[in-house]
């Protein structure tokens, strides 16, 4: 990537320009060594690298789901799942929505980032993530070294909430099958995921957003390296914690070049 649209993108998440080192650079948080995934949801988390604190046992409410009836979309493809997704009438936002928005990006892609439901504008034009906060995400991806073309984009639910309201539990439970089977097909090496909602629901936890950073969490039967940040959204009410993003992006550059 050229110098001069790093800078642009590094000034859209308000921050300073850098230089990548041959060693680690002074900002950058060093992350612990990864394991093989773990072979079952819940199985010990790999030990925390010399110098750093080994992350405490997760709690009960946020251990990797199992929850969701995997074997519904069992042996689904790319396509065959996406149309069950636009004819889902499994909840009640099948009655409310414009349309599906199924996900997006790269079918290879190394990085999954999971958002929490659509928007207005996502439910609109069928695509997550657009108008300012996409295009915030897409600075933020930028900034890492990675086009929104070679990441995939999907969400925790398919259909929009009324009014954007938060995601109901039983909305989650009949939707988390589809973004299961994504990940199954996908295979990605890190799940980055955007916002408090995003991240409790797909951890089961009520945990706040800040006490979930900067950690190594798993998701699902695969043992997904799973990373939670700030939702583009929040940081463009709140400019201030763009810092805190960028660390988050960071370590998950990190974590991902580990596994």
């Known amino acids: 990537m ?3 649209l790093r ?3 590094l000034a859209a998440l308000g ?11 002074p900002e950058a948080a060093p992350a612990p060594a990864l394991a093989a995934a773990p072979a079952l949801v819940g199985a010990p ?7 750093l ?32 997704v636009a004819a889902c009438v499994r909840c009640g936002l099948s009655a409310t929505r414009t349309q599906t928005v199924f996900g997006v990006g ?25 108008g300012r906060a996409g295009q915030l995400l897409n600075a933020m991806l930028h900034a890492v070294g990675l086009a929104r073309e070679q990441v995939y984009i999907a ?6 909430p009324p009014g954007n309201r938060d995601p109901g539990a039983s909305e989650v439970a009949e939707c988390l099958p589809y973004l299961e089977r994504q990940i199954a097909l996908l295979k990605p090496k890190i799940m980055l995921a955007v916002g408090r909602i995003a991240a409790q629901n797909l951890l089961h936890t009520d945990k706040t957003l800040g006490s979930l950073r900067q950690q190594v969490h798993r998701f699902g039967a695969l043992g997904v390296p799973l990373i939670v940040t ?4 929040y940081l463009l009410r709140t400019p201030t914690d763009k810092r805190k993003a960028w660390e988050d992006l960071k370590f998950a550059r990190e974590v991902c070049s580990r596994v």
């Not at 790269?106 to 657009?130: K, S």
Request: hydrophobic content about 40%; proline content about 12%.
């Open 7 to 9: 800078q642009e993108y």
């Open 230 to 233: 700030y939702h583009p959204a």
């Open 15 to 25: 921050l300073k320009s850098w230089t990548l080192r041959n060693g680690p650079t």
């Open 2 to 4: 050229n110098s001069q």
């Open 53 to 84: 604190a080994a992350a405490p046992p997760p709690a009960a409410t946020s251990a990797a789901p199992s929850v969701t009836p995997l074997a519904r979309e069992a042996g689904v493809d790319w396509t065959d799942l996406r149309a069950r």
């Open 155 to 160: 969400n925790v639910l398919k259909c929009r």
């Open 106 to 130: 790269n079918l290879h892609a190394d990085w999954l980032i999971v958002g929490e439901a659509p928007g207005a504008e996502e439910d609109r034009r069928g695509e997550p993530f657009v």
């Open 45 to 51: 988390a790999p030990a925390a690298a010399p110098g």
